[in-house]
């Protein structure tokens, strides 16, 4: 393990913050590594090369399966209906966490300690919140989109392609604001217990009041709040479907044809929602721990676990979109080539639109 001596940027950001007093930087880290390098590795050698592998796999399949979505959405964006623009967004941050952000702590792992400084460590930290609200986010206008059109038909008659950008910027703008007001002065990005990534620095929560406030509002309208929207929305889609499935049986083919399509997108829906909450309620509940619990009752090793599966969410969502790409395109083998072909790319549009009849 290095010594502060032994790193010259822990070294100069201690001489450059010894004139700064209570500003330093090292007041804001867990008190169990104040007085060590925070971005030396806590884990072995083995663990962070196992760790650095398994982080490259997922980069590098997010990376190609967000792009063949992304490149799919091109090829007609001036096509695409509302619900397929939120779900190209969707691939967006999936694809920008991958490319901006998974190097950096890639890198890390497999050079046993961050190496990219404070500076390194707040962008590190900024693209992580950034994407990962912005998915979320994302995900919640979705489940919504989804409820309205289900529960209250009137939505689909009004519901425009200039609404879906509308709350495109929405939902830029609001991940935007969360994620650059730690680095306003309110909060701040730190070093994980583990020391080879950063996060939100969870610990604020406990030097100040001011500290436990600011993660307080962070988890109600970063996680709380969006998670209860899409919780609500599902619940009562399959409260819905339960009760209207029965009135669908009298109707002709083709709006029973309509109804399993909605049904088959909206499963696609849950499914990108709970791969990505199952993801990231492990992390989540263990900051939550670490701010207002004790911190140092969960041991290092174990609280890179949560981190690494929490990673792994933006690589789910391409292997849903395919899986069931698959499954729709082998119920027509049936049919020519000609018109499998048809099918599968007129499947592959179904599943990007997660909400179109």
């Known amino acids: 393990m290095a010594t502060h001596g032994q790193d010259p940027a822990w070294g100069s950001h201690r001489g450059h913050c010894s004139s700064c007093g209570s500003s330093s930087q090292d007041e804001y880290l867990p008190h169990y590594i104040r007085d060590e390098d925070p971005f030396t590795s806590k884990l072995s050698k083995e663990a962070d090369i196992a760790a650095g592998f398994y982080l490259t796999i997922v980069g590098v399949l997010s990376t190609l399966g967000n792009g063949y979505v992304i490149f799919l959405s091109a090829r007609q964006k001036k096509k695409l209906k509302p619900a397929e623009i939120m779900t190209v967004n969707l691939a967006v941050c999936d694809f920008g966490i991958s490319v901006s952000g998974k190097p950096f702590t890639i890198i890390s792992f497999f050079s046993h300690r961050w190496i990219f400084g404070?500076?390194?460590?707040?962008w590190y930290g900024w693209v992580g919140f950034f994407f990962g609200c912005g998915s979320l986010i994302t995900m919640m206008t979705v489940s919504l989109d989804r409820y309205l059109k289900i529960c209250h038909l009137s939505y689909g008659t009004w519901l425009k392609r200039h609404h879906a950008f509308m709350c495109l910027v929405a939902i830029w703008v609001y991940a935007s604001f969360w994620a650059t007001m730690p680095l306003t002065g309110?909060?701040?990005?730190?070093?994980?217990?583990?020391?080879?990534?950063?996060?939100?620095?969870?610990?604020?929560?406990q030097s100040s009041v001011a500290g436990q406030a600011f993660i307080l509002n962070i988890l109600f309208f970063c996680l709380v709040f969006p998670?209860?929207?899409?919780?609500?929305?599902?619940?009562k889609i399959i409260l819905k479907v339960k009760s209207s499935s029965k009135e669908v049986a009298h109707f002709d083919t083709r709006i029973q044809n309509s109804h399993q399509l909605e049904m088959k997108l909206t499963k696609v829906a849950v499914l990108i929602c709970a791969g990505f909450l199952i993801a990231w309620i492990p992390y989540a509940v263990v900051s939550v721990w670490s701010a207002f619990g004790h911190p140092d009752s969960v041991p290092i090793p174990l609280s890179?676990?949560?981190?690494?599966?929490?990673?792994?969410?933006?690589?789910?969502?391409?292997?849903?979109?395919q899986l069931i790409n698959?499954?729709?395109?082998?119920?027509?083998?049936?049919?020519?080539?000609?018109?499998?072909?048809?099918?599968?790319?007129?499947n592959t549009r179904y599943i990007l639109e997660v909400g179109q009849p």
């Open 304 to 321: 890179v676990v949560p981190t690494l599966f929490a990673k792994s969410a933006a690589m789910y969502n391409p292997i849903i979109y």
């Open 186 to 205: 309110v909060g701040n990005y730190a070093p994980e217990p583990f020391g080879t990534s950063c996060t939100l620095d969870w610990w604020l929560a």
């Open 326 to 346: 698959c499954k729709s395109a082998c119920c027509q083998a049936h049919g020519s080539k000609a018109l499998q072909k048809k099918s599968t790319l007129q």
């Open 227 to 235: 998670t209860a929207v899409i919780v609500f929305s599902y619940v």
């Open 118 to 122: 404070w500076i390194g460590c707040r």
